[in-house]
């Protein structure tokens, strides 16, 4: 795969701000075995899964039956992690109470959670994936997962190879920023 190089003595785009010198007056920091971090390598990352995290949005949209990405991601974490308050649901998903409250709202009234009193809290209730719920992760991964089969049988047997092999660190990237 052929990576866009960019030139480093251009001035960066408008409206970005170069980086702050790490290692002499580079602006790149260097990893634990010296080498440099290209970055064209950098544009290129952030722009390949930005397209393709728009791209499988689209694809997951073209269901008529498709559920807004915020709420699969609530859904798939109530599946990952199970039964949550909705303040602790908010949290996870980097949004506020009131909107986790209006999101589950919307999941109830489609039957894919459940709401049960805290039996330690009775103040308090907790939330719980439905069978109904399962199944619209379920339909939502293989939409996009068909999405992703479709685009890598496109690629050439060595795409596919450098892929796969860079797949661990791509996995590793994202759980450390998680």
């Known amino acids: 795969m ?10 960066p785009p408008v409206g970005r701000r170069p980086s702050p010198a790490v290692d002499g007056d580079s602006g790149l920091p260097e990893n ?8 064209a390598f950098v544009t290129a990352l952030r722009t390949s899964i930005t397209r393709l995290a728009r791209a499988q949005r689209a694809e997951r949209q073209r269901d008529p039956q498709a559920l807004p990405v915020s709420l699969i991601s609530a859904l798939s974490t109530l599946q990952r992690l199970g039964p949550l308050t909705p303040t602790q649901l908010a949290h996870l998903e980097g949004v506020r109470k009131p909107s986790m409250t209006r999101a589950l709202a919307t999941l109830a009234e489609r039957g894919l959670v459940i709401r049960e009193h805290d039996e330690y809290d ?16 379920a339909r939502s991964r293989d939409i996009v997962d068909g999405w992703y089969f479709r685009r890598l049988r496109q690629l050439d047997q060595q795409d596919l ?7 661990g660190a791509l996995v590793r990237l994202a759980n450390e920023t998680a």
């Open 2 to 11: 052929t990576v866009p190089v960019q030139s480093t003595s251009s001035p």
């Open 32 to 39: 634990d075995k010296g080498s440099r971090i290209d970055p």
């Open 161 to 167: 190879t450098d892929l796969m092999r860079a797949g």
């Open 122 to 137: 009775g103040r308090q209730f907790i939330v719980r994936i439905s069978a109904e719920g399962l199944a619209a992760v």
